[in-house]
C-alpha cells in the first residue's frame, strides 16, 4: 500500500434501529475510495443496512479511569441494587446463624 494510505474505521448497522458496530477498517487514501472499500467488504452482502466511514485519527479515545470507572458505589442506581443487597446478606446472615446452632 502507498504511504499516503490512511486508515477509515467502518461502523455497521446491521437493520433499521440497530445499534452502529464496528465493522473493521479500510486503507485508502482518500474518502471517496474509502467508501467504496467499505461498500465492498461490509455491503455487497446486504449484512448492512447502513455505514459510517470515518477517519481513524477524527475519533477521539476516552480512556479517563476516573470516568470509566468511578470510585463511588453507585449501586442505588441499578434496579433493585442496594434493596437486594441488604436482602442478601440478612440471608447470609440467617443461613450463618442456623449453622452455628
Known amino acids: 500500500m502507498a504511504e499516503s494510505d490512511r486508515v477509515w474505521e467502518v461502523f455497521r448497522q446491521e437493520s ?8 473493521g477498517s479500510v ?3 482518500d474518502e471517496e475510495l474509502a467508501m467504496h472499500y467499505a461498500r465492498e467488504f461490509y455491503g455487497r452482502r446486504q449484512e ?10 477524527a475519533i477521539t479515545e476516552l480512556d479517563d479511569p476516573d470516568l470509566l470507572q468511578p470510585p463511588f458505589d453507585r449501586s442505588f442506581k441499578k ?15 440467617r443461613a450463618a446463624s442456623e449453622k452455628g446452632e
Do not use: F, Q, T
Open 16 to 23: 433499521e434501529g440497530d445499534p452502529m458496530i464496528h465493522g
Open 27 to 29: 486503507r485508502a487514501p
Open 48 to 57: 448492512s443496512h447502513r455505514l459510517w466511514v470515518v477517519p481513524r485519527e
Open 79 to 93: 434496579p433493585g441494587g442496594y434493596i437486594i443487597k441488604h436482602k442478601l446478606e440478612a440471608a447470609k446472615a
